[in-house]
């Protein structure tokens, strides 16, 4: 397979409709997931000639965790709806390419059995942990704590789902709960056996509408990891973010599954990111399909960007080969794109190189 639509075509084949449906659905009346992606449809690069390089550096550094490229893995839940062996394929893949997990909270598999697997491949592999802040102060501490002896190297708190998004695919499949035998295992009852325990035991996640900015202190104050913030639109929450000390940003929709008709997040990006001004690392997901579009996100701010459907749809259509088939897609398909807009490594690009 060549394209991220061909493998989403495969695991489509493969997946039960209603898990291919809470994968590839959004909220409402999905406006905001396909501007996700036709959004970099309207946008054209302008390249830059006679700045040759034989060979291209596609390596970055974020916050400490060293990466292949500057394409990492956006969290997603449920990886064990699309195949077997769920985050643990993905973890493998993700450290065979050398890029960044960014693991759910809401994974099928819990956080150490995830680092272990991807230890397997790599010594000191780039995980990082997408972490809902829970009402529950102390239960959110005892997370933290069990995802930091795992061996995580950031926290990445997601902050725009006070309320969960209507999905409406979701209800038409009355799909709302995983099927038995699986569960979110790093909500599991802190000290209960992990292979005996059952999904009764297993918390639900609490979409808090009280989050605020002091819930980030109070975790920055936990923790001496990273935190980085998930779901910023706005360019003064941008600003703010920078006020309140966070160690980076995802400019994010949650893959338009949350509130429908917002922009996507490569309009926003240009304005986020001069209202960052550099200070911080700042990240995208959304739509990244193509290698053009990871150059048009860099030319225009982002530092690097999530996917996640294209690795769900690779995950679904071959497991960890799958996944690590994507990975290398997209990442010849970005060094390409680099080469024939004249750059030699990401940091190359220019914001004068996107045109509308």
Same mark, same amino acid.
């Given at each position: ?25 959004g909220a409402q009346d999905e406006i905001t997931l396909r501007e996700n992606e036709s959004a970099y449809k309207r946008l054209r690069l302008v390249p830059r000639v006679l700045r040759g390089s034989d060979k291209r550096d596609l390596s970055i550094e974020l916050l400490g965790t060293p990466s292949s490229m500057p394409i990492l893995i956006a969290p997603t839940a449920f990886h064990r709806l699309a195949h077997a062996d769920g985050e643990l394929a993905t973890a493998r893949a993700a450290a065979r390419a ?142 703010? +973010?920078?006020?309140? =000390?966070? %160690?980076?940003? @995802?400019?994010?929709?949650? *893959?338009? !599954?949350?509130?429908?008709? $917002? ?9 986020? +990111?001069?209202?960052? =001004?550099? %200070?911080?690392? @700042?990240?995208?997901?959304? *739509?990244? !399909?193509?290698?053009?579009? $990871? ?23 071959? *497991? ?5 088939? $994507? ?30």
């Amino acid at each position: 397979m060549r394209t991220v639509a061909e493998f989403e075509a495969a695991a489509r084949q493969r997946l039960d409709p209603a898990h291919y449906d809470y994968f590839a659905g959004g909220a409402q009346d999905e406006i905001t997931l396909r501007e996700n992606e036709s959004a970099y449809k309207r946008l054209r690069l302008v390249p830059r000639v006679l700045r040759g390089s034989d060979k291209r550096d596609l390596s970055i550094e974020l916050l400490g965790t060293p990466s292949s490229m500057p394409i990492l893995i956006a969290p997603t839940a449920f990886h064990r709806l699309a195949h077997a062996d769920g985050e643990l394929a993905t973890a493998r893949a993700a450290a065979r390419a050398g890029t960044i997990m960014i693991v759910s909270m809401a994974a099928t598999t819990a956080i150490e059995d995830i680092a272990a697997a991807a230890r397997e491949v790599a010594p000191d592999p780039g995980l990082w942990f997408q972490l809902y802040l829970q009402p529950d102060l102390e239960f959110t501490e005892a997370i933290v704590r069990r995802a930091e002896n795992a061996g995580v190297k950031a926290f990445v708190v997601t902050v725009d789902s006070p309320v969960l998004g209507r999905r409406e695919r979701d209800d038409r499949n009355d799909f709302h709960d995983l099927p038995p035998g699986l569960a979110v295992e790093n909500l599991r009852n802190i000290g209960e056996n992990r292979s005996g325990g059952n999904a009764s035991h297993v918390r639900d996640i609490v979409m808090s509408a009280g989050l605020n900015w002091d819930h980030i202190a109070w975790l920055q104050s936990k923790t001496k990891l990273p935190v980085l913030i998930k779901g910023v639109l706005h360019a003064e929450d941008a600003r703010l +973010a920078v006020h309140h =000390g966070v %160690a980076g940003i @995802v400019v994010s929709n949650h *893959g338009g !599954r949350q509130l429908d008709t $917002v922009p996507a997040t490569i309009d926003v990006l240009p304005e986020i +990111a001069a209202a960052i =001004g550099g %200070a911080m690392p @700042v990240l995208l997901d959304g *739509g990244i !399909r193509r290698g053009t579009d $990871v150059v048009k996100a860099l030319a225009l701010g982002a530092d690097a960007v999530g996917v996640g459907r294209p690795v769900v749809w690779g995950l679904a259509a071959g *497991g960890r080969e799958g996944v690590s088939e $994507v990975l290398e897609l997209l990442r010849a398909d970005f060094d390409q794109a680099l080469a024939m807009c004249g750059g030699r490594q990401p940091a190359d690009l220019t914001p004068d190189q996107v045109r509308r």
